[in-house]
């Protein structure tokens, strides 16, 4: 048999691919590697359609992947942004509460970043919540200085430019249909054509159910869109926000609510909600992909979480059609905020896993089989976290690459 194309092929050219590749290809330069994406440029979807938050890591469960590797991340991301010129600016971030019944949860989010060793939080009150955030109403607050903003699509460029400069080739345009094992490789079908690899890396985001899929995987999950609407505040009223305001995050879900947080260009960015998406891709309420559409109905995951928040859902997408509404969630945090100081200013869409109970996955999801290393749940702080999920998935590729049992997966 004619020796594979390729030791490993990632797909998905995104933040988390990119940063994938970039730690194979330091770690192990003897390795032919390839980043494939359907796209004609790199970082085309979540990775570029976000807040440009970087978190800090105070969210999420103690001894998760999210807690682990955001903190880690954070950390290597602020030293790669140095190295390479890149912004990375500490801007602070409160998370309000606006009344005293969201104190305990408010202490249990001090608690969690204490655990998971973020650095420098503080649980603070209205008075110096005034003096941080002087346009923000609430009763107490958790101030974290370390939170910082930067340019993921241009974080994620920037990988891709150092990856191939080790070696690594990239190639655009080109999709992963069909995945079939033969004795000693794997052969992919692609748009551009079919190749060979030893390995494959799903990196495929808001598609990388459907791919384990094609590769003859059966995950428990599936990835559920939901789209996130910005807006932005006019230039003169920037001033109302110095840092980033968030609310208390509601437990049930894992998103963190509208909020208000600066960007590396000087504006400022208020969102986003979490409306549910009719395509993988739907940026917009006139998106819709009859095929992924019917999947997703098909799927009783969905209808169980319908039953269960179908009242959250409707609000969201009552936000998301009235300026005024999402006006008044923003204006829980500052007051001032009023509907003639903002202004629409576009939308992302967050590949979110979802489980047949109806619950969805609020932690990073790894499967790995005798030939693949699939990553089937990376949403936010993916972007955060993405040179130390790079790390992880080069190291867990160690254990693929040997023995690991096919169908194991982690931490579903």
């Known amino acids: ?44 979807h979540q990775s570029s359609h976000n807040s440009g938050v970087v978190h800090s890591g105070l969210y999420y469960r103690p001894g998760s992947f999210r807690a682990r590797l955001a903190v880690e991340g954070a950390a290597r991301l602020e030293a790669f942004c140095a ?22 949860r408010l202490e249990e989010l001090h608690r969690r970043g204490i655990e998971n060793g973020v650095p420098g939080l503080e649980l603070i009150d209205s008075r110096r919540l005034r003096a941080l955030e002087p346009h923000a109403a609430g009763v107490a607050a958790v101030w974290s200085p370390n939170t910082a903003i930067t340019d993921f ?20 345009g080109s999709r992963v249909v069909a995945v079939e094992e033969e004795a000693q490789r794997l ?69 963190l609510g509208v909020h208000l947080t600066r960007t590396v260009d000087g504006e400022v960015e208020a969102g986003p909600n979490a409306v549910l998406a009719f395509a993988r891709e739907g940026y917009s309420w006139g998106r819709l992909d009859p095929a992924e559409l019917a999947g997703a109905l098909a799927f009783p995951g969905l209808w169980r979480m319908a039953r269960e928040h179908w009242r959250a859902g409707l609000f969201e997408a009552y936000r998301s059609l009235s300026k005024g509404a999402f006006v008044r969630s923003l204006r829980k945090l500052v007051p001032e905020v009023r509907e003639a100081d903002v202004e629409r200013h576009g939308a992302g869409v967050r590949a979110q896993a979802l489980r047949p109970d109806g619950t969805l996955v609020d932690d990073f999801v790894f499967l790995a089989s005798r030939r693949a290393l699939h990553v089937l749940n990376a949403p936010s702080p993916a972007a955060t976290a993405s040179l130390a999920i790079g790390r992880h998935v080069a190291g867990e590729l160690a254990a693929v690459m040997g023995a690991a049992p096919a169908g194991a997966a982690s931490p579903v």
């Not at 699509?153 to 655009?172: F, I, K, N």
């Open 153 to 172: 699509g241009l974080v994620a460029r920037t990988m891709a430019r150092l990856a191939t400069a080790h070696g690594v080739a990239l190639r655009l």
């Open 1 to 44: 048999m004619s020796r594979p194309e390729f030791d490993i092929v990632i797909a998905g050219a995104g933040i988390v691919g990119l940063a994938t590749a970039l730690a194979l290809s330091e770690a192990h330069p003897e390795l032919r590697l390839a980043v494939l994406d359907k796209e004609p440029e790199v970082a085309r």
């Open 83 to 104: 190295e390479h010129g890149l912004p990375f600016v500490r801007c602070g971030k409160v998370i309000v509460a606006t009344d005293d019944s969201e104190v305990p």
């Open 187 to 255: 052969r992919l079908e692609t748009t551009t054509g079919p190749l060979t690899a030893r390995y494959l890396v799903n990196c495929a985001g808001l598609h990388s159910d459907a791919l384990a899929r094609a590769a003859g995987e059966r995950p428990e999950v599936r990835i559920v869109p939901f789209r996130g609407e910005y807006y932005r505040l006019a230039p003169q009223r920037r001033g109302l926000v110095r840092s980033a305001i968030y609310p208390v995050p509601d437990p049930r879900f894992p998103f």
